[in-house]
C-alpha cells in the first residue's frame, strides 16, 4: 500500500520533460527523470491539462477564529512589543473577550497567525 506524504505541487516545465521522456521510457524512468513519484505520473497522464491550469487548493473551511480581533486589538500589540509571546495574547483575549474566546481552543492558531506575522 503506497503512503501519500504531501510534497512539492508538480510544475508546468516538470510536467514538460515528463510528457516528452514518456515519449522514449517507460512511466517509471519518466518520471524519476521529472523527479515525481510514479503516482504523480500516472495521474498526470491521464489529466492533459498543466499543474498551473488546474483548480487552486481549497483555502479556510472553517471561519477566522481571529478575525474580529486580529488587526484591530492584536497586530497594534505586536507592533509596540515584538516578543509578546501567543499564550501572553491568548491570555489577554480570554479575560477581554470571554464570550468569544472562554478557552485555549483556538492557540494554536494563534501561534501560527503570530509566527507568520
Known amino acids: 500500500m503506497e503512503v501519500r506524504l504531501p510534497g512539492r505541487p508538480i510544475t508546468d516545465q516538470q ?28 495521474r498526470h497522464e491521464k489529466d492533459p491539462r498543466k499543474p ?16 474580529d480581533v486580529w488587526e484591530s486589538e492584536l497586530v497594534p500589540m505586536l507592533e509596540r512589543d515584538p516578543s509578546l509571546k501567543p499564550v501572553t495574547l491568548m491570555h489577554y483575549l480570554m479575560r477581554n473577550h470571554p464570550e468569544s474566546f472562554p478557552d485555549q481552543e483556538v492557540r494554536r492558531t494563534l501561534e501560527r497567525r503570530v509566527r507568520d506575522w
Open 52 to 67: 498551473s491550469e488546474r483548480a487552486p487548493q481549497r483555502g479556510r473551511t472553517v471561519p477566522d477564529p481571529l478575525a
Open 15 to 42: 510536467k514538460a520533460l515528463y510528457m516528452r521522456e514518456r515519449k522514449h521510457h517507460n512511466q517509471a524512468v519518466a518520471a524519476a527523470r521529472a523527479g515525481m513519484s510514479e503516482r504523480t505520473a500516472r
